[in-house]
């Protein structure tokens, strides 16, 4: 829903494993509302950096899960990030809030341009 935000002009691409799906349905998930919230909160954190900092034009976020983790890996086209590496604000205070609940959070630069950010949350 979130990604339907995005101007037009920023190509997008979103794909979400079935493994997802699995692990987060209707009927069975294994996240409560507030985590699950953090994800999207991750999520829209990335976006709008990769449209304000790094004026990407494109976009993809990848959704996967395995048994015992749930895996968000964001990347953008933009300018990448700059030396030395910003102080995460946003993204810093959401990588606390993932790491509270045994998960992760790190940026790095993209391949071969723009960037990379991971979340992992465990089930």
Request: charged share 25%; net charge negative; aromatic share 0%.
């Amino acid at each position: 829903m979130m990604m339907r935000k995005v101007p037009s002009t920023i190509a997008t691409r979103v794909d979400v494993d079935d493994a997802v799906l699995a692990a987060d349905g209707p009927d069975t998930s294994k996240l409560t509302p507030a985590l699950r919230l953090l994800l999207v909160r991750v999520v829209e954190e990335a976006v709008t950096n990769a449209l304000r900092h790094g004026h990407a034009s494109r976009l993809a976020v990848h959704l996967t899960a395995s048994d015992d983790a749930l895996r968000i890996v964001f990347e953008d086209d933009g300018l990448g990030l700059p030396e030395p590496t910003p102080t995460l604000n946003g993204l810093g205070v959401l990588g606390d809030r993932l790491r509270e609940h045994g998960g992760s959070l790190t940026l790095g630069p993209g391949l071969p341009v723009g960037a990379r950010l991971e979340a992992t949350l465990p089930l």
